[in-house]
């Protein structure tokens, strides 16, 4: 079984940073693709970025200029620092793994709440 385990999130102003970290453990078959997902009250769950074993990264419009996503192989860890953090990024991040045959895993969410 894989476990992940999300870290840093928390309360911030608007216009202020947090750095999350997801590190993944376990019967890990060979990561393709780590990424950060979130989820606001009422609405559904999307796709904030990805990054895949080769460095390639994927993110939301919504957060282009703003959050950037890394990752340590070695550790089995992915990174996503967000900047210039507004209210409307509040929500649950959860942290996501894809492996070489398409298996998903999720961790259990941490809280961002970004006040004004």
């Known amino acids: 079984q894989v476990q992940l385990v999300e870290s840093g999130g928390g309360l911030v102003q608007a216009g202020g940073s947090l750095r999350l970290s997801c590190a993944a453990s376990g019967s890990i078959f060979r990561i393709r693709t780590m990424g950060w997902y979130r989820q606001a009250p009422g609405k559904q769950r999307e796709l904030v970025a990805s990054?895949?074993?080769?460095?390639?990264?994927n993110s939301a419009d919504s957060v282009k200029d703003r959050f950037t996503i890394s990752r340590d192989n070695g550790k089995n860890t992915v990174y996503l620092q967000m900047n210039s953090l507004q209210t409307e990024d509040t929500a649950v991040y959860y942290c996501n793994l894809v492996d070489a045959i398409y298996q998903n895993f999720w961790g259990r969410g941490t809280q961002v709440t970004v006040s004004s």
């Open positions: 990054i895949s074993s080769g460095g390639s990264t």
